[in-house]
C-alpha cells in the first residue's frame, strides 16, 4: 500500500479525497490536515461519522514526510506552492490542486502572483489525463488542471485542427456554487444564487489564459480564449459550451468518437450533456453539433471529481504505476 495524506482536508476538493481514498485499494490514508488541526476527520465533516474516525493535523512538512509516500494538497493559491516546496525538495511525491504548478512562469505571474517555487514550475506535469497520461507515469509532481479548463479542454482540443483559428472562440461556462470553495462570500450567498444565474468575471477570467496555453502546448496553435463564468443554482456541476468556426467540413460526434476511443472515463453523448449524469463521477460527457461552420461542443463534468479531485486520484494511480481508474467514481447521483 502506498501512504498518502491530504492537506487541506477541511475543504470541499478535501472531503472528496477523504472519501475516495477510504476505499482505495491501493492507497491507504495515513495524514490529514488543515491550518489549525487539533480535531477529527468526522468532526470537520459530520458525514463521515461512523465511515471513518482519524486524527487532522496542524499542517506540517515534517508531518507529512514522516507519514507518506505521496500527499494531495486541496490548499489556496499561494499556500500551497508554500508547502509543496519542502515535500519536493524531499523527494515526496505531490499532486497539487490548485493553479500553483499549473501554468508557465510568465503566465502564472501574470495572472497570480510572483511564483515562489520556480525551482519545481517545470517538473511538473499538466493532470489533464487524457493528453498527459505518459508523462504523469514518471512525474513526481503532478498539477491539476482548473475545473473550467478541464471541462473546456476535454470538449474543445479534438476540434483544433478543424477550427478556423482566426475566428473568435467564445466559451460559455457554468458552474456549481462549490466550485468557488468553502468560504463564504456575497457573491456565493444563498440569496444571490437561489433562483438566479449570472457571469461573472467577464473576458477576464484567469482560466481563460490557462485554456490559451494548453491549447497552444497541445496543438502548437495561439487561439485567443473569449471566457464568461457563470455561476448557477446548483451545489456541483459544470457544464462548458463552447462556440467555434471550423476551416473543413467533418462530422464532429464522429471527430469525438474517435479522438477518444480507448479513453473509458470519456462519454461522447447523441444528445446535448446535463450535469447530473456526471454529478458525483469521474465522467466528462461531451456532445458537438454543426450548422454549416459553426461548431458548438458542449461538456459537463463534477467540478468536484473529474474537475478537481478524481482527477487528482486518477494522476496519483498513474505516478504510483496503478491502473488509471482505480478507486476512481462512477455511479452518478441520479436521480
Ligand atoms: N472547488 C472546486 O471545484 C475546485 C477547486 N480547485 C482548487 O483546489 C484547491 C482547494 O479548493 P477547495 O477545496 O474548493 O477550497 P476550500 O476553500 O473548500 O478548502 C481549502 C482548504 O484549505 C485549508 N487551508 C487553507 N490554507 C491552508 C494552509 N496554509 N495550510 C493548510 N490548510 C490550509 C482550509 O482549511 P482550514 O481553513 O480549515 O484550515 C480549507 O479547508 C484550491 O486551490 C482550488 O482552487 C480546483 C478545481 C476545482
Ligand atoms: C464557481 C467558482 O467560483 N469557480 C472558481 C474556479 C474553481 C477552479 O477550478 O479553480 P481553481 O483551482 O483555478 O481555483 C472561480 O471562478 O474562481
Same mark, same amino acid.
Given at each position: 500500500?502506498?501512504?498518502?495524506?491530504?492537506?487541506?482536508?477541511?475543504?470541499?476538493?478535501?472531503?472528496?479525497?477523504?472519501?475516495?481514498?477510504?476505499?482505495?485499494?491501493?492507497?491507504?490514508?495515513?495524514?490529514?490536515?488543515?491550518?489549525?488541526?487539533?480535531?477529527?476527520?468526522?468532526?470537520?465533516?459530520?458525514?463521515?461519522?461512523?465511515?471513518?474516525?482519524? @486524527?487532522?493535523?496542524?499542517?506540517?512538512?515534517?508531518?507529512?514526510?514522516?507519514?507518506?509516500?505521496?500527499?494531495?494538497?486541496?490548499? @489556496?493559491?499561494?499556500?500551497?506552492?508554500?508547502?509543496?516546496?519542502?515535500?519536493?525538495?524531499?523527494?515526496?511525491?505531490?499532486?497539487?490542486?490548485?493553479?500553483?504548478?499549473?501554468?508557465?512562469?510568465?503566465?502564472?505571474?501574470?495572472?497570480?502572483?510572483?511564483?515562489?517555487?520556480?525551482?519545481?514550475?517545470?517538473?511538473?506535469?499538466?493532470?489533464?489525463?487524457?493528453?498527459?497520461?505518459?508523462?504523469?507515469?514518471?512525474?513526481?509532481?503532478?498539477?491539476?488542471?482548473?475545473?473550467?479548463?478541464?471541462?473546456?479542454?476535454?470538449?474543445?482540443?479534438?476540434?483544433? @485542427?478543424?477550427?478556423?483559428?482566426?475566428?473568435?472562440?467564445?466559451?460559455?461556462?457554468?458552474?456549481?456554487?462549490?466550485?468557488?470553495?468553502?468560504?463564504?462570500?456575497?457573491?456565493?450567498?444563498?440569496?444571490?444564487?437561489?433562483?438566479?444565474?449570472?457571469?461573472?468575471?467577464?473576458?477576464?477570467?484567469?482560466?481563460?489564459?490557462?485554456?490559451?496555453?494548453?491549447?497552444?502546448?497541445?496543438?502548437?496553435?495561439?487561439?485567443?480564449?473569449?471566457?464568461?463564468?457563470?455561476?448557477?443554482?446548483?451545489?456541483?456541476?459544470?457544464?462548458?459550451?463552447?462556440?467555434?468556426?471550423?476551416?473543413?467540413?467533418?462530422?464532429?460526434?464522429?471527430?469525438?468518437?474517435?479522438?477518444?476511443?480507448?479513453?473509458?472515463?470519456?462519454?461522447?453523448?447523441?444528445?446535448?450533456?446535463?450535469?447530473?449524469?456526471?454529478?458525483?463521477?469521474?465522467?466528462?460527457?461531451?456532445?458537438?453539433?454543426?450548422?454549416?461552420?459553426?461548431?458548438?461542443?458542449?461538456?459537463?463534468?463534477?467540478?468536484?471529481?473529474?474537475?478537481?479531485?478524481?482527477?487528482?486520484?486518477?494522476?496519483?494511480?498513474?505516478?504510483?504505476?496503478?491502473?488509471?481508474?482505480?478507486?476512481?467514481?462512477?455511479?452518478?447521483?441520479? @436521480?
Amino acid at each position: 500500500m502506498v501512504k498518502v495524506g491530504v492537506v487541506g482536508a477541511s475543504g470541499y476538493t478535501g472531503l472528496e479525497l477523504v472519501k475516495m481514498l477510504t476505499s482505495h485499494p491501493g492507497f491507504e490514508l495515513t495524514y490529514l490536515a488543515t491550518t489549525q488541526g487539533d480535531t477529527l476527520i468526522e468532526s470537520l465533516h459530520p458525514s463521515l461519522e461512523g465511515v471513518i474516525t482519524m @486524527p487532522v493535523e496542524k499542517a506540517d512538512v515534517n508531518g507529512v514526510l514522516n507519514a507518506c509516500d505521496l500527499v494531495f494538497l486541496a490548499l @489556496p493559491h499561494k499556500a500551497s506552492m508554500g508547502f509543496a516546496k519542502g515535500l519536493l525538495e524531499n523527494g515526496l511525491k505531490v499532486v497539487d490542486l490548485s493553479a500553483d504548478y499549473r501554468l508557465q512562469l510568465d503566465t502564472y505571474e501574470e495572472n497570480y502572483c510572483p511564483h515562489e517555487d520556480k525551482e519545481h514550475l517545470d517538473e511538473a506535469v499538466y493532470a489533464l489525463i487524457e493528453y498527459y497520461r505518459e508523462e504523469l507515469k514518471g512525474t513526481d509532481l503532478a498539477a491539476g488542471p482548473g475545473c473550467y479548463p478541464t471541462a473546456t479542454l476535454l470538449g474543445i482540443l479534438p476540434f483544433i @485542427p478543424y477550427l478556423d483559428t482566426s475566428a473568435p472562440l467564445f466559451v460559455d461556462a457554468k458552474s456549481g456554487v462549490s466550485g468557488a470553495g468553502k468560504k463564504l462570500s456575497e457573491t456565493t450567498h444563498f440569496v444571490t444564487v437561489n433562483d438566479n444565474i449570472f457571469a461573472y468575471n467577464p473576458l477576464k477570467h484567469r482560466h481563460a489564459p490557462e485554456i490559451s496555453e494548453k491549447i497552444e502546448k497541445v496543438h502548437g496553435v495561439k487561439m485567443h480564449v473569449n471566457f464568461v463564468p457563470h455561476l448557477i443554482p446548483a451545489t456541483r456541476g459544470e457544464l462548458v459550451s463552447v462556440y467555434a468556426t471550423l476551416k473543413a467540413d467533418i462530422d464532429p460526434l464522429m471527430v469525438l468518437k474517435e479522438h477518444y476511443a480507448n479513453d473509458p472515463f470519456i462519454r461522447i453523448r447523441d444528445k446535448p450533456v446535463d450535469i447530473k449524469s456526471t454529478a458525483g463521477t469521474h465522467f466528462c460527457d461531451i456532445y458537438a453539433a454543426k450548422n454549416g461552420n459553426a461548431l458548438f461542443v458542449s461538456s459537463a463534468i463534477d467540478n468536484l471529481l473529474r474537475g478537481a479531485s478524481s482527477q487528482a486520484l486518477a494522476a496519483a494511480n498513474l505516478m504510483c504505476g496503478y491502473e488509471e481508474g482505480m478507486g476512481i467514481p462512477v455511479i452518478a447521483y441520479v @436521480p
